[in-house]
């Protein structure tokens, strides 16, 4: 069973968006890739386990602070490994900011 989300609107950095001017470059998502969105501030990465129309359904691979790319175990309710699904309209491109220490995690 996956895990209910209200994921945010990625906005600006939709990755639908983004392609809406170049479809034919648009990587849909395949089991095994590593799709983002965004949540309370957070960059999650997905990793797909399965599609269904235009959904990834996959575990939560990191959870990453937008500002400093800090790593985090949990966000709110949601944590590592816990089994999402990701309509591909909330897809996000990831903020740039400074690497965070793989291994600083809190």
């Not at 089991?31 to 949540?39: D, K, P, Q, T, Y």
């Not at 960059?43 to 800090?70: K, P, Y």
């Amino acid at each position: 069973m996956h895990k209910h989300v209200e994921w945010d609107d990625p906005g600006s950095a939709s990755v639908l968006r983004y392609y809406a001017d170049h479809p034919q470059d648009y990587p849909e998502p395949h089991v095994g890739s590593i799709i983002s969105a965004r949540l309370r501030g957070f960059t999650v990465r997905v990793r797909v386990d399965a599609r269904v129309e235009d959904t990834s359904i996959g575990e939560v691979m990191a959870l990453i602070a937008a500002d400093n790319g800090r790593r985090k175990q949990s966000v709110g309710d949601l944590q590592l490994g816990d089994i999402v699904r990701l309509p591909d309209d909330y897809r996000a491109m990831e903020p740039r900011h400074p690497e965070a220490d793989d291994d600083e995690r809190d």
